[in-house]
């Protein structure tokens, strides 16, 4: 059982730039591939990014690719979405999501691929 709690959200203005964590709970976290997903109003649920459980393969989003980085911290049971440049598009909840995987280097865009989610945090982007 993996608990994900997320966290960082906010209101920025367009430009601006935000970091989102999501802390993990279980002992072995290391063994999950990590994504963030997102939900704006009135849309479905789209892939951000996503990060083996190694750390050394990353995946983005056309959306998301060179404005966003996906990156954890292991030994804190933690995973970061860093954001910049970020646009009023961009606003919408963000949900971290846990995917037990076989191999270090496997990396998830899918959400039935996904084991745990967390509740999500809300960012608005104003423009």
């Known amino acids: 059982q993996v608990q994900l709690v997320e966290s960082g959200g906010g209101l920025v203005q367009a430009g601006g730039s935000l970091r989102l964590s999501c802390a993990a709970s279980?002992?072995?976290?290391?063994?999950?591939?990590m994504g963030w997903f997102r939900q704006a109003p009135g849309k479905e649920r789209e892939f951000v990014a996503t990060i083996s459980w190694s750390g050394g393969i990353t995946r983005y989003a056309d959306s998301a690719e060179g404005r966003f980085t996906i990156s954890r911290d292991n030994a804190k049971n933690t995973v970061y979405l860093q954001m910049h440049s970020l646009k009023p598009e961009d606003t919408a909840v963000y949900y971290c999501a846990a995917g037990l995987t076989y191999s270090h280097e496997t990396t998830m865009t899918s959400e039935p691929s996904y084991d745990y989610w967390g509740q999500g945090t809300q960012v608005t982007v104003s423009s």
């Open positions: 279980g002992r072995t976290f290391s063994r999950y591939a």
